[in-house]
């Protein structure tokens, strides 16, 4: 610690051109001072907004960098530096609008299926030509790379020094429209935006779902940007037509761009992504080991990435060799909880979404009317569209037999009694007709593949 003291600054600045792409690190940090005192880094601006743009924006950073460099118990501290000393900073808050990109997500490390293969061309594609005027709509459930795959582009063009990205979470995007709002600058906001903004990434619009203010806002960017020509990517857990609580304008407007969806990965993608992931590692997986986890993985590929890691931490700790028994042992302690089968986690996800609703909701103990009907949902999408028996519903909701004839009958009668929740719940279900059909397809090529003798 001694040592790092003495280094000092110097070593947080290092840390910051390591963490942050080289245009962020020129304008807020290389002309900066800093020092440490007592328990404390001191970092010194020249004015009251350097101040509070750095701690807004970037506090959570310096904070990782004081915990990562072991100076437990460390503020820091943002100063003015008395007017006579001040230096020129760069000053141009235009070009860090938005969030940083994350240097980890980039095309090449994007494992390429045919589950994710059209979007990865799209995008491919628009890194190599950069063409403008391209309004793509990216959509697709949890951790199936819509992340992933938008910041790639980004790392793609600034890579190339093409930098006028634009980066946003769709929270980031509210909160930085409502901040300049509450300081009446909006139309300096969007201005900025219009100025240097030649590719705008806006990440997980559902979360929009109900902000009416943004929306308008979003719709007026969206004109402007795409007349322009300015390419544009925007990612959503569902489809324009499936997003609730969004301005109808706004929802058109979204319906032009270029609708790609992202699905679950099949057999063959989940073992290139488990092989790849480990390899990342430094890993070779025992192809009895891919299989094994490719077979029992059917959730996103969040889920898969850190079942391999967490399967090479195993082995390292225990200092063992990767191997099926250290895999199984993995996935019956992630698996403990849930023994449902692909088609259960896809109606879920489905009814999930269609009821505007969480997971954790549909679980829940609560009696409100919308869960109740949701749960009867996934009991009769299991019945009539997974075709399970009612023996196996029961057991893998965990209800009594009786019960789940009960919900059954009570959503027939519904169906029976209601043509518009008769009309809906159709439109649900050619949703993820295809989708189940895939997943049932697909477990019986599994089934013959380990009747053929592969299994371990
Ligand atoms: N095709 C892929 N190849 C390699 N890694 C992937 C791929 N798709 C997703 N991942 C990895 O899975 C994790 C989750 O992906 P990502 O965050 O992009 O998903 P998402 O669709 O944006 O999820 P969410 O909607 O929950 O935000 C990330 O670590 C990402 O790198």
């Known amino acids: 610690m001694k040592s790092l003291k003495k280094k000092g600054w110097s070593y947080f600045k290092e840390r910051l051109k390591e963490e942050l792409p080289q245009s962020i690190y020129k304008v807020w940090f290389s002309e900066l001072n800093g020092f440490i005192k007592d328990a404390s880094l001191f970092i010194e601006v020249p004015n009251e907004f350097a101040k509070s743009w750095l701690k807004e924006n970037y506090e959570d950073l310096l904070q990782r960098l004081i915990k990562e460099a072991n100076l437990q118990g460390f503020e820091f501290v943002v100063t003015e530096k008395p007017k006579a000393e001040q230096m020129v900073i ?8 938005g969030r940083r990109i994350s240097p980890r997500y980039t095309l090449e490390d994007f494992v390429v299926g045919r589950c994710n293969e059209l979007a990865y061309k799209v995008c491919s594609q628009l ?14 459930n949890y951790g199936l790379g819509k992340t992933h795959l938008t910041q790639a582009v980004g790392n793609g063009l600034l890579k190339q020094g093409f930098n006028r990205v634009h980066y ?132 996103d590929i969040r889920q898969i990435e850190s079942a391999v890691i967490g399967l090479i931490a195993r082995a390292s700790f225990l200092k063992e060799q990767v191997c099926l028994q250290l895999a199984k042992e993995l996935l019956t302690e992630i698996s403990s909880e849930r023994e449902g089968s692909q088609e259960m986690d896809l109606i879920i996800e489905g009814v999930v979404k269609f009821y505007g609703i969480t997971k954790e909701d549909l679980f829940s103990p609560s009696r409100k ?42 959503i027939e009668k519904r169906l029976n ?21 895939l997943a049932q397809a697909e477990c019986t090529e599994e089934n013959e593949y380990l009747e053929a003798g592969f299994e371990a």
Do not use: W
């Open 417 to 437: 009694q209601n043509q518009a929740f008769k009309l809906q719940l159709q439109f649900l279900i050619k949703d993820l007709a295809p989708e189940i059909e």
């Open 127 to 140: 890194v190599e030509n950069k063409p403008k005027g391209y309004f793509i709509y990216l959509y697709g």
């Open 369 to 410: 009317k919308n869960l109740s009907l949701a749960r009867q949902t996934v009991i009769y999408l299991l019945r009539h569209l997974a075709k399970k028996s009612l023996k196996d519903i029961a057991q893998m909701l965990k209800k009594e037999h009786s019960t789940v004839i009960y919900h059954l009958k009570s």
């Open 90 to 97: 760069p000053y141009n808050p235009v070009e860090v609008i």
């Open 168 to 299: 946003f979470t769709a929270q980031d995007f509210l909160s930085c429209l409502l901040k300049y709002l509450r300081a009446g600058q909006i139309e300096a906001f969007k201005e900025k935006i219009r100025e240097s903004c030649d590719l705008l990434l806006l990440d997980g619009i559902h979360f929009l779902s109900g902000k009416e203010y943004t929306q308008n806002e979003l719709s007026f960017l969206l004109d402007y940007l795409l007349d322009e020509r300015k390419t544009v990517i925007l990612t959503s857990i569902g489809s324009p037509q499936e997003l609730r609580d969004m301005d109808s304008s706004l929802k058109s407007r979204l319906n032009a761009g270029l609708m790609i969806r992202l699905n679950q990965p099949d057999f063959e993608t989940r073992k290139k992504i488990i092989r790849f992931k480990a390899r990342k590692e430094g890993y070779k997986f025992p192809s009895e080991v891919v299989d094994y986890l490719a077979r029992n993985l059917r959730g």
